[in-house]
């Protein structure tokens, strides 16, 4: 099946490198990339290759491997230069519609660094 593309979506813009990003994982169906305004050091997103604006929207192919590659981010990405995560811990987050704080209309998963000092939800 052909991956949905929307030539006016700023994450299919990012997939195509027609806006720079910092790239971290690619795979076949997935790509991933620190977030530009990171609410935290290490804040990344991770999206399919796959324009949709809402996780019921994507083929369960690409979200399939979205999660194997959140995991290797929290490894590769989250040590500092003493191998320790940056974070305590991290928040796995997923914004479907703008009452539930989405902005950008491509599914995205954020993977945030978690400092015992942040108290707040995310
Ligand atoms: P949302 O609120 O939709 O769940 O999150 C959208 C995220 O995308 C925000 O954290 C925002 O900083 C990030 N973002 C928006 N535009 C760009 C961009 O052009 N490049 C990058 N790297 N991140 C972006
Ligand atoms: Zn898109």
Known sequence: TAAAHDAACIFCKIIKGEIPSFKLIETPLTYSFLDIQPIAQGHVLIIPKYHGPRLHNIPDEYLSDILPVVKKLTKVLQL???????????????????????????????????????????
């Open 80 to 122: 500092d230069d003493n191998d320790k995560l940056i974070g305590d811990g991290y928040n796995v987050l997923q914004n479907n519609g703008s009452i539930a704080h989405q902005v950008v209309e491509h599914v995205h998963f954020h993977l945030i660094p978690k400092k015992t000092e942040d108290t707040g939800l995310i």
